[in-house]
């Protein structure tokens, strides 16, 4: 295996060169047309065929091994946020306003390496590899066919056709750079997780309606801003007695906008907000009970609610043998010390949509960026996200390395 760590560092530069590309140029959700044009510009210089134009700027490429076998998908998303980058670098976005704060610019870059090295070792594994290039992970507005919270794992799976078929797949892989102050955030380190390893995420609006009135007249009003701070704190004690209490589950309203003048009470006011939880039974289960419970809240202080809960990216569980594949290059390459067993968390990912509610194996792991030394420990979301672009040829590597092994 130390051969692919090799090969990895000495594209360095190359890798480099690229993940810099991508982030002086970054892009929302469904408008990665550059970013887009860049990746089959290199695929072109591989000599890899692929499709394009899925799900507006998605790419599905293809490497054949040197015999039959297994297939198996490496995804990478390549969107941008919609975020001002702050940290001070010379390649910072041109980009106002947009900004590759979740390192989906390191995604990019290390499966176009990966590309690289497969392409050099075909005599080395058999089957078929699938390099999926998504757009939208972070999810926008501006193209949803599902008609649901829109992320672009989705729309691929739906725009390709038998390429991406459960019948079709024997596993999924994909990274995630992050960075940060914990230990498996730092450059060198990989963390795995079997088992649940990211929240599920649905959106929740809430439009609590009542009759309007003079601020100085309460009595002869309903007032909706009142409820909805009572539909926000009784929405907590009531998970309290609803949901297990050694189950994961965040309820959190990130936005409550009502009224428009101090002295008036107004008719509605709008409360947004997003569910999260580790385990799709109980989270179907609070979206069947929410709706009542925050109707009867409203109701009982004279008012009434409308309440929509939109269904968004699904639980992420990681497969125990696909994560096996990574602890054993990890080791191999790099040491068992840069191997971090990581616990899960409630924050979100539509990329495993691609194992089909777990019809396929699928796993992600974590690629450490941070560097305390140098600073760079602005977490993902962060103004001041940065890596240290020593990451990138172990990402690289860990990627390849892992795909080898399960083709072979």
């Not at 010390?337 to 949509?353: K, N, T, W």
Request: glycine share 10%.
């Amino acid at each position: 295996m130390n051969e692919y760590r090799q090969r990895s560092e000495s594209m360095r530069a190359d890798l480099v060169s690229m993940r810099r590309k991508i982030h002086e140029n970054p892009e929302l959700g469904f408008q990665e047309f550059e970013t887009a044009a860049f990746i089959k510009a290199e695929l072109d210089k591989l000599g890899i065929s692929y499709r394009s134009e899925i799900a507006r700027t998605g790419i599905i490429a293809t490497i054949e091994g040197s015999r039959p076998g297994k297939t198996l998908l490496i995804r990478a998303d390549m969107d941008a946020l919609p975020m001002i980058e702050d940290a001070d670098l010379e390649f910072k976005s041109k980009n106002h306003g947009v900004f590759h704060a979740c390192g989906h610019d390191t995604h990019v870059t290390c499966l176009l390496g990966t590309a690289k090295i497969l392409m050099e070792n075909r005599d080395k594994f058999g089957g078929t590899v699938l390099l999926v290039f998504q757009p939208a992970e972070e999810g926008s507005k501006e193209y949803d066919p599902t008609g649901k919270i829109a992320g672009g794992a989705l729309p691929m799976v739906m725009e390709a056709g038998d390429v991406l078929n459960p019948d079709n797949l024997d596993g999924v892989l994909a990274l995630h750079i992050v960075s940060g102050e914990d230990d498996h955030e730092h450059v060198g380190k990989i963390g795995v997780g079997d088992g649940p390893f990211s929240g599920s995420a649905d959106e929740i609006f809430v439009d609590i309606i009542v009759k309007g009135g003079h601020a100085s007249s309460p009595h002869s009003a309903v007032d909706p801003v009142y409820i909805a701070s009572q539909v926000s704190v009784a929405l907590q004690g009531w998970l309290t007695r609803f949901v297990d209490p050694m189950e994961p589950v965040v309820v959190t309203f990130g936005k409550i906008q009502g009224g428009f003048r101090q002295n008036i009470i107004s008719e509605k006011c709008r409360m947004e907000g997003t569910l999260r939880t580790l385990n799709e039974e109980l989270r179907n289960k609070i979206k069947e009970k929410m709706p009542g419970f925050i109707k009867g809240i409203a109701q009982a202080y004279g008012g009434d609610a409308e309440v929509t809960i939109l269904t968004g990216y699904p639980v992420g569980v990681n497969d125990k043998e696909m994560n096996e594949h990574v602890r054993k290059v990890t080791a191999q390459m790099y040491g068992t010390d840069s191997l971090v067993e990581v616990p899960a968390q409630l924050g979100a990912e539509d990329f495993y949509e691609f194992g089909f509610k777990n019809k396929v194996p699928i796993t992600m792991f974590w690629l450490g960026g941070a560097n305390v030394e140098k600073g760079w420990v602005g977490s993902n979301h962060s103004n001041y996200f940065a890596i240290d672009e020593d990451s990138l040829p172990i990402g690289t590597a860990v990627l390849s390395a892992a795909a080898i092994s399960f083709l072979s």
